[in-house]
């Protein structure tokens, strides 16, 4: 079966600009959560949907948002993007939720903020 | 609150010699406690899992990893070490405190670097 999309891979932005990041879930999984990683912090939890209902969410700032769609695509939203921001923004899909730890993920959309 | 910490950030072996990739865990409640591998410009893929059943867990690719209440580690193991494990590993930990669940918490990660 198809695995976790994420689109697009690669992405240049300048700081003010905003950016929309899509991740489609393998088919039949209802949790899709969110994941920042850079060299300097690592990998850091932004937020889980299931269901289309935010479950959970990580400290970040309210510049990051996501949603997902009744078929749970999900899509994260940055606006007034800083340097920092820079990052490979990685998504996974879940069967039973992002806290079971089984999850499937994406190969990442890297953004670059310049 | 949970938290993890990956002992090494760079661990380099000879292929063919074992491995050892060393987590400790801190967590309120019995956690559970996954191993997950990153190959270069790809996502992570889930190594094994620990889950309160038994504490020796076998994963993919002939991985292994114990969990040792006593000492709150989640050493990473493989008896034989192959060109194709080079790549960073992720120590995780996911637990509930009173207040619900707290998530996922990842490890730094370690790379492993496998010398011909």
């Known amino acids: 079966k198809a695995g976790v999309t994420q689109t697009p891979r690669y992405l240049i932005k300048t700081r003010g600009q905003q950016v929309t990041l899509s991740c489609s879930p393998i088919s039949g999984h209802r949790s899709v959560s969110w994941y920042q990683q850079t060299p300097g912090q690592g990998l850091q939890f932004l937020f889980e949907?299931?269901?289309?209902?935010?479950?959970n969410k990580g400290n970040f700032p309210g510049r990051f948002s996501g949603r997902q769609f009744s078929n749970s695509r999900s899509e994260m939203n940055v606006s007034t993007l800083e340097l920092g921001d820079s990052a490979l923004y990685l998504c996974?899909?879940?069967?039973?939720?992002?806290?079971?730890?089984?999850?499937?993920f994406g190969e990442g959309s890297r953004l670059t903020v310049l | 609150a949970q938290s993890v910490t990956q002992l090494d950030s760079h661990v380099s072996v000879s292929e063919g010699t074992p491995v050892l990739l060393r987590c400790n865990y801190s967590s309120s409640y019995s956690p559970s406690l996954f191993w997950y591998v990153q190959h270069p410009n790809k996502g992570l893929q889930l190594l094994l899992k620990y889950t309160s059943a038994a504490t020796l867990v076998k994963g993919i690719n002939g991985f292994e990893a114990e969990f040792k209440k006593s000492e709150t580690s989640f050493h990473l193991t493989k008896p034989s070490a192959h060109m194709s494990d080079a790549a960073e590993y992720f120590c995780v930990v996911s637990g509930y405190s009173g207040g619900g669940a707290d998530g996922l918490t990842f490890g730094k990660g370690t790379h492993l670097i496998i010398q011909p």
């Open positions: 996974a899909s879940s069967l039973e939720g992002a806290n079971t730890g089984e999850l499937f």
């Open positions: 949907y299931f269901s289309e209902t935010q479950r």
